[in-house]
């Protein structure tokens, strides 16, 4: 984990991209945290993140956007739910973790591997109503390219071969749910009151 780059000169403020992330569903809650590093000694993925989640949350309170989305912090997060248990201020931090990656990706941070696993995941929910692991990874690959294509056929090759062997991985897709129309509107509407802040 990376600590903060110190400059000589005074660090200026841009209070607007705090309030950006202060407007998330779960984004208020990042107000509430005190600095006392519970997070941080709890998290079983802090060794692979470039800051800490009390340290993103700094990141976000002084403005620093960029050094904020080219972090891994938030893609790290296993949602183990250590954190959110062991906050003293009970800040849900999984579920503020979910927020930023959906606004990563809202914002067009969409290079990392795991944002294309998110796209590619839920595309596959929101066509189906449920889950096509043939249509995953099928969308997941074409959005990443042939290189990482060609890279991962030979180191999972074998992997895979065993997941078809016992199923798991199905060259069917199934038949998309009932009433999947009325699962579409149900999230739409979901959508529009958390943009108007009924939810708050």
Known sequence: ??????????????????????????GRHIKKCMQCGMC?????????????PRKMFLLMRTGQREEFFNSNTMWMCST???????????????DVM????????????TERPQATFYQAFWTEIWNRGKMFEGGLVARYYLK????????????????????????????????SIKGLQDVHKIVEKAKAQLQKGEDR
């Open 1 to 26: 984990m990376t600590g903060f780059n110190v400059s000589s000169g005074p660090l200026k403020y841009d209070t607007e991209f705090a309030k950006e992330i202060y407007a998330l569903e779960n």
């Open 40 to 52: 941080e000694v709890s998290c079983a993925t802090r060794k692979e993140m470039d800051y800490s």
């Open 80 to 94: 183990c739910l250590m954190c959110k248990a062991r906050c003293p201020r009970g800040i849900p931090i999984v």
């Open 98 to 109: 979910h927020d930023l990656k959906c606004y990563a990706i809202s914002e067009g941070y």
């Open 144 to 175: 990443r390219g042939w290189k990482e294509i060609r890279k991962d056929a030979f180191e999972m090759k074998d992997f895979g071969m065993d997941m078809m062997k016992h199923g798991r991985i199905p060259l069917k897709p199934p038949k």
